[in-house]
């Protein structure tokens, strides 16, 4: 363990003059995604007649918060747009195709084009159809929609999500659904390099995940009194679930995904994400799992480098080493692993695997084409 955190651990001693030239870049990528969703909304003028203003409140300590309220649903609201979405998506798509073409792992191929389809059927569809103001169901996280929780709609598509890590893992929505799985599986592969190592991310995640999945709990069930009239909670004229899902996801996230080259890939994922945390959690109980086909392979291996490519920056090789197979919470079935083994020993195992079996065993072993052999 000590030897896999020394090689983790030199990652991080990168030129601090690149990591920032980098960080400019990025910062100047979401300034024009912000650019385009105050052209899409008219121009500056219109951006600021659209409800900036602060409602007067007889104190400071309740002006303070509300200034904040506002900005925030405001940046929120421009990285949400439609053509800011699309934006995004084609600068980040360009890179997945690319590394599309270059990798040899059919699994990581094909996650890779869901993840692209996923992003402009999901992302940029949700975008598309909230401008419509018609109500998207597709969403796992209550408030996701803009629209008030809870529904029948966000019930339903949560139970999906739930069934669909029980049968593939984490990888259903971080790998597949989620915006981020473009991003990182695209532009966030230069920055694998700058992830905290194991050990500090466990740390780290013990505090973070329990805070923002009570987060996450506490406004959905918040906005389900709300909901019903059981109680009146508003957070500055908010439901409580949409604010919290229009900060974290459209304002917390992007701003993070500007400071990649100092936390590393997938910080949000790792230590931020309460969705991904609760697929994690319910995926752990399921069909996936990463394994190896021949765990002498992975005993005897010199290089261990799949713990080096790991987006998570989970330690693989040490269950792959003892067990044979890996069942992690924090596994979004990236498949950087399979593609770094230098023996390509490695697998990710789900329904879609287990099924594959069963029908060859159903089917039995190939007929020879001479016919039986008579007795």
Do not use: Q
């Given at each position: 363990m000590a030897e896999v955190s020394a090689v983790l651990n030199a990652r991080l001693r990168k030129n601090r003059g690149g990591r920032i030239g980098l960080f400019l870049l990025l910062a100047l990528f979401l300034l024009v995604d912000l650019g385009l969703g105050i052209w899409e909304m008219g121009g500056w003028k219109a951006f600021i007649a659209t409800e900036l203003v602060v409602p007067h409140q007889a104190s400071l300590w309740l002006v303070l918060p509300a200034d904040v309220s506002t900005y925030v649903g405001a940046f929120g609201m421009l990285t949400g747009m439609w053509w800011p979405v699309l934006f995004w998506g084609a600068g980040v798509s360009v890179f997945v195709v690319v590394r599309m073409l270059r990798v040899r792992e059919n699994f990581l191929r094909l996650r890779l084009a869901l993840a692209v389809a996923g992003y402009f059927a999901f992302t940029a569809g949700l975008s598309y159809y909230a401008m419509k103001g018609w109500n998207f169901p597709a969403v796992p996280n209550p408030g996701g929609t803009g629209q008030p929780a809870w529904t029948l709609d966000t019930g339903a598509a949560g139970l999906v999500y739930a069934v669909l890590a029980l049968l593939f893992g984490r990888v259903a929505y971080c790998g597949w659904f989620c915006p981020a799985a473009a991003f990182w599986g695209g532009i966030g592969q230069g920055f694998v390099r700058y992830n905290l190592d194991a050990e500090k991310g466990r740390r780290l995640a013990r505090v973070t995940v329990p805070v923002v999945i009570v987060l996450f709990i506490g406004t959905t069930a918040f906005s389900?009194?709300?909901?019903?009239?059981?109680?009146?909670?508003?957070?500055?004229?908010?439901?409580?679930?949409?604010?919290?899902?229009?900060?974290?996801?459209?304002?917390?996230?992007?701003?993070?995904?500007?400071?990649?080259?100092?936390?590393?890939?997938?910080?949000?994922?790792?230590?931020?994400?309460?969705?991904?945390?609760?697929?994690?959690?319910?995926?752990?109980?399921?069909?996936?799992?990463?394994?190896?086909?021949?765990?002498?392979?992975?005993?005897?291996?010199?290089?261990?480098?799949?713990?080096?490519?790991?987006?998570?920056s989970i330690v693989p090789h040490l269950d792959l080493a003892s067990k044979g197979y890996l069942r992690s919470v924090a596994c979004v079935g990236c498949g950087n692993c399979?593609?770094?083994?230098?023996?390509?020993?490695?697998?990710?195992?789900?329904?879609?695997?287990?099924?594959?079996?069963?029908?060859?065993?159903?089917?039995?072993?190939?007929?020879?084409?001479?016919?039986?052999?008579?007795?």
């Open positions: 389900v009194l709300d909901t019903f009239k059981v109680l009146d909670l508003r957070f500055f004229g908010t439901d409580p679930a949409v604010f919290f899902s229009g900060l974290w996801w459209m304002v917390i996230w992007f701003i993070l995904a500007v400071f990649v080259p100092f936390t590393g890939s997938r910080f949000f994922s790792r230590f931020l994400c309460p969705v991904g945390a609760m697929n994690g959690i319910i995926g752990s109980w399921g069909m996936a799992r990463l394994k190896a086909r021949d765990r002498e392979v992975c005993v005897s291996c010199a290089t261990k480098d799949c713990s080096g490519a790991c987006e998570m399979l593609e770094a083994c230098p023996r390509r020993n490695l697998y990710y195992y789900h329904f879609g695997t287990w099924l594959t079996e069963w029908l060859r065993k159903k089917k039995g072993p190939p007929v020879s084409a001479a016919g039986p052999r008579s007795g």
